[in-house]
């Protein structure tokens, strides 16, 4: 428990077996003034900036003052008696803490706070307003994460988002230490506690409490003050978000999916079950022209409701919202620790999840098909994918790059209906290369070739088209590919390989393909294996020039491409026999 007091004009806490020496906080008047005027504050921010030590010294402030705080956190009949002396008093607020100072005594105890506001923030708030109706503001202290629950109801509230300042880190540090080792030693300490940026305050006041003398380096003290912040913000995390084995699997999956856009991190953190609705669906979706009415209306039934509840499993829930929320070093530096040791305790380990299976559940659900089309198209013309039903995948205004590769690898996702749309690069983006023939892949050609000649085309994405029509096209059809692979800004190494080869069989002038395979792929083994011996300059040429941007940094890859060079030159039989290469590795 706590307890206040004042000593000579100074405001004392105790924390657990400790005093703790209690310093103003900037936000201390705006706070009060807020209060007296009677609006209702949440006070958010990272943990350990000062949030808990705000709200407890404006409580006591009233208390001296002959004022009432309302703890609404009690139970039901000490929050009537509350309400009772409130309304005796001269003026009263009421005040919730999910992680009230009191905690970094004993997290294990205090925890129950935020463990009330995960499962009843409702029931809080429900008090809160009734405490609002009878005339009496209301404050709410929430980290940053936390603040995620229940946050349609918060915007009930000002918003006062508290930040640690370096002043007052040192300050605290100062008047907690029982050794006083100097301003320089109080500096030094305040500027490191700085660059944390979050904890500042628990830091401080720990770092202080653990000197016992002056040669103890700044750097030392600060870091043990560190370890102490991130154990208790552990046990925290536990308590909050792994309580039981059970939520422990959904917290470590959420961890570990937590960089994908949510609407994918909601599906990675039930995988399993996507895994079998996905399959289901595409089962179903396979059967729908192949059978007649009505059995065929059946089916499709049968998908839409398979359908719906992927789309449940998409919508973020609080803890992933709260989760993927910037929340500093330190603190998730505590989640990971919670989830290592959790994973160990109930034996789970996060899955791997098929990222190319997320985004197919994503767009089969959604029905956005189209959206998925254009999206590639616009990827293929160098333009922003994040159209209609794609747009929620996107991050910062942007498809990320491990989504585009999952879509387009091994080739463009295919969720067995094509896009409805009936012209352009979008049509042919729903089939793959040997289901439209050397027509379409004339078309390809011909929309890419275009959209070269004035910006950056990405030819990842009709990859199929481009080798079909480099390998198995008329010599106009091929004459069109290589001009296209010539032209473009994105081309994967395999196709640029290809083109070579493609080049040298059509008599093709192949050099400004030789620089730019040179310069984005740089091996020759690819070459070599499509062409041989008939490549043989080519494969000279490449080979060595690429031995020579290897050579300082990893001389046994430039071996290995002089050998390959070599070998196009006619003398693989020697290759073989010495390898030289190998004796460098």
């Known amino acids: 428990m706590h307890l206040f007091s004042r000593r000579g004009g100074e405001l ?69 008696e ?47 307003e009734y405490v609002r109706k009878n005339g009496y503001p209301v404050v709410i202290v929430l980290p940053f994460d936390l603040a995620e629950r229940c946050k349609k109801e918060l915007r009930l509230y000002d918003n006062i988002v508290v930040t640690a300042e370096e002043s007052i880190a ?63 913000l552990t046990a925290l995390a536990k308590a909050v978000y792994a309580p039981s084995c059970s939520k422990a699997k959904a917290f470590i999956q959420t961890l570990h999916s937590r960089g994908l856009p949510p609407p994918l991190a909601s599906l990675a953190i039930y995988y399993e079950t996507v895994e079998v609705k996905v399959r289901t669906l595409e089962k ?24 719906e509840d992927l789309k449940k499993l998409m919508k973020p829930h609080w803890h992933l919202r709260a989760l993927s929320r910037e929340l500093g070093p330190l603190y998730n530096e505590a989640l990971t620790k919670a989830s290592e040791e959790v994973a160990v305790q109930c034996g789970y380990k996060p899955s791997e999840v098929s990222l190319r299976n997320l985004v197919k559940a994503y767009v089969i659900a959604h029905e956005a098909n189209n959206d ?32 585009i590769k999952a879509i387009l690898t091994p080739e463009r996702l295919s969720v067995e209906l094509p896009p409805s749309l009936k012209s352009g690069l979008e049509y042919y983006a729903g089939f793959r290369a040997e289901e439209v023939g050397e027509r379409g892949w004339i078309e390809v050609l011909n929309y890419l070739y275009e959209a070269s000649e004035g910006g950056r085309t990405d030819l990842r994405v009709f990859k199929d088209y481009i080798d079909a029509a480099l390998r198995l096209g008329s010599p106009i059809t091929k004459k069109l590919a290589l001009a296209t692979v010539q032209n473009s800004y994105i081309v994967p190494g395999e196709l640029l390989a290809q083109a070579l080869v493609t080049a040298v069989e059509l008599g093709e002038d192949y050099g400004a393909l030789l620089d730019k395979y040179i310069e984005a792929v740089g091996d020759a083994s690819l070459i070599y294996e499509k062409c041989g011996a008939r490549c043989a300059n080519i494969v000279v040429e490449v080979g060595v020039a690429s031995a020579t941007k290897l050579a300082r940094k990893t001389p046994c890859l430039a071996l290995r491409q002089l050998e390959i060079a070599l070998a196009g030159a006619g003398y693989s039989d020697v290759i073989q026999k010495y390898s030289p290469h190998k004796a460098c590795l």
């Open 12 to 80: 004392q806490m105790r924390l657990g077996e400790r005093e703790v020496a209690i310093v103003n906080i900037p936000l201390m008047k705006e706070l009060e003034k807020r209060l007296s005027s009677g609006e209702s504050v949440l006070l958010t921010g990272l943990h350990g900036v000062g949030k808990s030590v705000l709200a407890l010294t404006i409580a006591y402030s009233a208390l001296e003052k002959g004022g009432a705080v309302i703890d609404l956190a009690s139970d039901t009949s000490n929050f009537a």
């Open 82 to 128: 509350y309400l009772r002396i409130a309304k005796r008093a001269k003026w009263a607020f009421a005040v919730f803490d999910a992680v009230p100072l009191q905690f970094y005594a004993e997290p294990e105890i205090w925890s129950e706070y935020a463990t009330l506001w995960r499962d009843n923030c409702n029931r809080i708030l429900a008090r809160a």
């Open 170 to 232: 040192g300050e605290i540090f100062a008047k907690n230490s029982d050794v006083y080792c100097g301003e320089d030693y109080v500096k030094e300490i305040s500027s490191r506690i700085s660059q944390l940026g979050e904890g500042m305050y628990y830091i401080a006041y720990s770092a202080a409490k653990s000197l016992e003398f002056c040669d103890e380096h700044p750097a030392n003290l600060v870091e043990k003050a560190k370890m102490a912040y991130v154990e208790k």
């Open 284 to 307: 179903l979706i396979s059967l729908i022209n192949k059978l007649p009415d009505p059995h065929k209306e059946y089916v499709k039934i049968l998908a839409l409701q398979t359908a």
């Open 372 to 403: 998925l089309a254009k999206a590639l198209a616009a990827i293929a013309r160098g333009g922003n994918p994040c159209l209609g039903k794609i747009k929620p995948l996107c991050v910062h205004g942007a498809l990320p790059d491990v989504i």
